[in-house]
């Protein structure tokens, strides 16, 4: 348990596991809560060009600001895009300002960066962006916009260290795209070719961090399962920490 994932104290060797060794966990600590660290590369990147002209010490909260910014402005441009197209566009302006703040000053923002969790400030800052790029590409398909896609999609996974938050965004996503290819008045093959580029290009970046997170969970979860910690823990133990309320 001496050498944890932590790509703050040395972002270098995190890009270095995460392109030689994916799938390999051996540095974990046991019971890490995550088997999708791999998703957090570019995070790691972020730390290791930025640590080469600023403090260490000032990475993660440089990193927590650019997402605060991110997540606020395109909001606002996703809200603002979206009375232009569908209501009238005189209040565009207004409602981008409206989107912005309102998205920013909300108490689960407080909570997120109070806390400054890293895969939950992410997500703050880069969904947005991503649901912002999905606007643009389903409502007028281009090769510019399908890069920005792309590139969205894979800043958007920095959020996907915790697995289950990524099935929680996709929760949002897929309806999000179906209200969009019914809301443009699409004729029904175009629809189902913006449904499926959208999520082909999604689900493509995606990838490096899905096939090595489903390796990992098939042939080393029994680990855990058979470990000391886990067959300690039973009902006896349950119920005394039940009893003391820890």
């Given at each position: 348990?001496?050498d ?12 270095e596991r ?7 966990r ?10 999708s660290?791999?998703a957090?590369v ?8 930025a640590?080469?002209v ?6 993660g909260?440089?990193?927590g600001l650019?997402c ?10 996703l809200?603002?895009?979206?009375i232009k ?11 981008l ?9 909300t108490l ?7 806390q400054?969790l ?9 969904l947005?962006?991503?649901l ?7 409502k ?10 792309f ?7 920095s ?5 289950t ?11 999000f ?11 029904k ?7 499926r580029?959208?999520f082909?290009?999604f689900?493509?970046?995606?990838l ?8 990992y969970?098939?042939s080393s ?15 006896s133990i349950?119920?005394?920490e039940?009893g003391?309320?820890?």
């Amino acid at each position: 348990g001496n050498d944890n994932y932590s790509p703050e104290l040395n972002p270098g060797l995190t890009v270095e596991r995460s392109i030689e060794s994916p799938a390999w966990r051996g540095y974990r600590v046991l019971g890490f809560g995550s088997e999708s660290e791999q998703a957090d590369v570019f995070r790691a990147v972020f730390y290791w060009v930025a640590e080469k002209v600023l403090p260490q010490s000032s990475l993660g909260q440089i990193f927590g600001l650019l997402c605060l910014f991110v997540g606020s402005w395109f909001m606002g441009e996703l809200t603002g895009l979206i009375i232009k197209d569908f209501f009238k566009k005189k209040y565009s302006q207004l409602g981008l300002l409206l989107g912005g703040i309102i998205y920013v000053s909300t108490l689960w923002t407080v909570w997120i960066f109070y806390q400054n969790l890293a895969p939950f400030t992410s997500n703050f800052g880069f969904l947005p962006l991503l649901l912002y790029s999905i606007y643009l590409y389903i409502k007028n398909p281009s090769n510019k916009k399908a890069l920005l896609l792309f590139i969205s999609s894979l800043i958007f996974t920095s959020s996907c260290v915790i697995a289950t938050l990524f099935i929680s965004d996709l929760l949002l996503i897929i309806p999000f795209v179906v209200f969009l290819i019914f809301a443009f008045k699409l004729e029904k093959r175009e629809r189902w070719r913006r449904f499926r580029n959208t999520f082909l290009i999604f689900g493509i970046t995606q990838l490096f961090w899905i096939l090595p997170f489903i390796f990992y969970t098939f042939s080393s979860s029994g680990d855990l399962v058979d470990s000391y910690v886990n067959r300690s823990i039973t009902s006896s133990i349950i119920d005394l920490e039940s009893g003391m309320q820890t």
